[in-house]
């Protein structure tokens, strides 16, 4: 084996896409839920576009079997990372065929939830799909694939593309899934959960089907409010049809991102899902917008390397703005560009990566490469921008690009400096505020935003009434928002009437500012503060619940009372902060055993991340801890989402400090799973 090795580590050190091209690959698949693994035969189509001895497929920890080209069985090398096909390829067109098992240990997870159900679901992209299906980690190596899912009858299957048949088979069936355009790797998908889903058409008469839980039936509206007319506006303004034949959406439990763009359906996370409610707090707007915008920008071209992950990231941003604006008007977009404005200028501070590196922030690649579209469509105008955009899609359609590609095309429509353009917004790390500001000052309400931005450091007294005129005028809410922001430090006898007037607003947003920054509420503001227990808004009634309940001791169990029936948004935020308190509050329940049940019951691996790190923050915050509590605890440190993760190891971290939570979380080490013991004896070691 040694000998055959050498024979190709020359190899390796050339790209693999000058030598073979990989036209298309069928998979027919089947997952076990319980094992948590996935197998099944796979079948390519290649061409040897020059001799060479070996061929390279990514498979991370995969075993193989029946390794055939074209029908003939070849010596393969199992690197744990490759399958390594050993052979004297010639110039033509090949088939290989094998069959595979795995037990992924990431890009493909199975979340347990209630009732012995499951989701399943995949994250290619930065995950790499190559730790459960042989592929390509390397994004230029496009083909066409083609999924089989057998499955338990009772659940939905969802891979890319169309679906061509659905066939019964005892209690599994079969879904087959056919794409007929190539695409990179990190996009190929699978979702497998009990869903009900309703279907749409376009203008274009693209079929859009739109997935929910049962249990959501009455969030669809809330939750895909604009989803139809974000597609409608993207194809017009983008000025090239919907490159694929279909579009779903899936809400996926535990889902690691807001959304991700596998081509033809977008799975996002299930925070998404809301009522008419949750909806003023966070919506889906503007990730269903990014992540549909991908399937033009990522998917139908996709950045040659991480160089240029602007022409994916920063174009979804920027043209999930541009459907923003369409929904929500001017006012909103520039707000929003603003915002980010400042985000940006603060993190240039310390931040000395520009957006063509591939070591970028999000920031910059998302934020900022939207900014650098943002002014180079304002600087050459509407028509030309269009124009351009319209050319460089077609001319790269399913093929790979770089940032050059782009500004060839943005030449023929314009002779605007493009070497300027590139070095003070893709190359230097500074914000060019001066041109930002010209470019926003277009707009009235960030004009009158700049003014307000202004009056920072002016003493309360010499601007009260200017901000008392931008509360009481119709100006976009943004502005007022930053006029409560202004208040935030002040004496409350000197800003009582500001207050008043922002409450009188009538504005959720605004509001829901003053909700969260008047921590200390005095008993002249109270009555007015309570009203905002009412506001349609989960996030402002949280803060105004928890602020009431701290500040004004003997009307707690008025507060209570009033709020015992809340649930908030799909993570029981509200839910779990009543219960923390309602526990807090002396004699408030006649039963306090069954509360503290259900709040802990809300920290277990029967809901998502999000609802028990809720559960166990109030938990630990009200010192309500028990073995149960501890335990679930350490579950949280073996969660695939690593925010979850690290919360539990710090949490746990900072409880080692005490010698009596130090002997609690010993004595209930022999209960644990072996992956939780694992990860609290390391922690045990730490200190």
């Known amino acids: 084996m040694k000998y055959i090795f050498l024979l190709f580590t020359g190899f390796l050190f050339a790209q693999q896409t000058q030598y073979v091209d990989f036209k298309s690959v069928s998979g027919q698949l089947s997952l076990n839920s319980k094992e948590k693994t996935v197998s099944g035969a796979v079948d390519f189509q290649f061409e040897v576009l020059k001799d060479c001895d070996t061929i390279s497929i990514d498979a991370k920890n995969m075993e193989f079997s029946n390794v055939k080209i074209n029908e003939k069985e070849i010596i393969f090398i199992n690197t744990t990372k490759q399958l390594k096909l050993v052979f004297p390829f010639k110039k033509g067109e090949n088939r290989l065929t094998f069959n595979y098992s795995t037990k992924p240990k990431q890009a493909l997870y199975f979340v347990d939830m209630e009732n012995d159900e499951v989701q399943i679901w995949t994250q290619g992209q930065g995950r790499y799909t190559s730790n459960w299906f042989p592929s390509f980690d390397d994004v230029n190596e496009k083909l066409i694939f083609n999924l089989g899912i057998s499955y338990d009858k009772d659940y939905q299957v969802v891979s890319n593309g169309v679906l061509k048949e659905k066939t019964a088979n005892g209690n599994l069936n079969h879904w087959q899934y056919q794409m007929e355009k190539p695409m990179s790797s990190y996009l190929l998908m699978l979702a497998i959960g009990k869903y009900d889903k309703k279907e749409f058409k376009s203008k274009s008469r693209i079929p859009l089907e739109y997935y929910y839980e049962p249990k959501d039936a009455d969030r669809f509206e809330p939750t895909y409010r604009y989803s139809k007319r974000i597609f409608d506006f993207l194809e017009k303004e983008i000025g090239v049809k919907y490159p ?294 989960y996030q402002t009634q949280e803060a105004a619940l928890y602020w009431l309940w701290r500040n004004f001791p003997n009307h707690r169990t008025g507060y209570l009372d009033k709020s015992k029936n809340w649930i908030g948004f799909n993570d029981y935020n509200l839910r779990t902060l009543w219960l923390s308190l309602a526990l807090s509050t002396p004699n408030y329940s006649n039963d306090p055993d069954s509360l503290v049940n259900e709040l802990i019951a809300f920290s277990s691996t029967k809901y998502e991340a999000t609802t028990r790190q809720n559960a166990l923050e109030k938990l630990i915050a009200f010192k309500i801890i028990n073995d149960q509590v501890l335990s679930n605890l350490v579950g949280a440190t073996t969660h695939h989402m690593w925010q979850f993760s690290k919360f539990g190891r710090d949490t746990i971290r900072l409880l080692l400090k005490n010698p009596e939570m130090r002997a609690s979380f010993n004595r209930i080490l022999p209960n644990l799973t072996p992956d939780e013991q694992f990860q609290l004896n390391r922690l045990l070691k730490e200190l």
């Open 244 to 537: 694929w034949k279909i579009n779903r959406q899936i809400p996926v439990r535990d889902f690691l991102y807001a959304g991700m763009e596998n081509t033809t359906s977008t799975l996002f996370a299930t925070r998404y899902v809301v009522d008419s409610t949750g909806f003023c707090d966070r919506n889906y707007t503007n990730v269903d917008a990014h992540e549909l915008a991908h399937h033009w920008f990522g998917d139908l071209i996709t950045a040659e390397s991480s160089t240029h992950h602007w022409l994916q990231e920063g174009f979804a941003t920027y043209f999930a703005l541009l459907a923003e604006k369409d929904i929500y008007g001017e006012d909103y977009f520039y707000s929003k560009l603003y915002d980010t404005a400042q985000q940006i200028k603060f993190a240039s501070r310390t931040d000395t990566i520009p957006v063509l590196n591939p070591k970028a922030s999000s920031l910059t690649f998302y934020e900022k490469g939207a900014w650098a579209l943002f002014v180079l469509h304002e600087s050459i105008g509407d028509k030309a921008f269009k124009k351009a955009i319209k050319s460089y899609l077609n001319k790269y359609a399913y093929q790979t690009v770089n940032t050059q590609n782009f500004f060839d095309e943005i030449k023929k429509v314009s002779d605007f400096d493009l070497d300027k353009f590139q070095k003070t917004w893709l190359e230097s790390t500074a914000f060019d505020t001066p041109t930002a500001n010209a470019l926003l000052s277009k707009n009235e309400a960030i004009q009158k935003r700049l003014e307000i931005d202004k009056l920072k450091k002016t003493p309360l007294g010499e601007k009260t009434d200017i901000l008392k005129n931008v509360l009481e005028s119709d100006v976009y809410q943004s502005v007022k928002e930053a006029v409560v922001d202004q208040l935030e430090n002040e004496k409350y006898e000197d800003k009582k009437s500001l207050l008043l007037l922002a409450m009188q607003t009538n504005n959720i947003k605004v509001r829901q500012n003053l909700a969260g920054s008047l921590t200390k509420v005095p008993e002249d503001f109270r009555a007015n503060y309570e009203t905002l227990l009412d506001d349609k808004s």
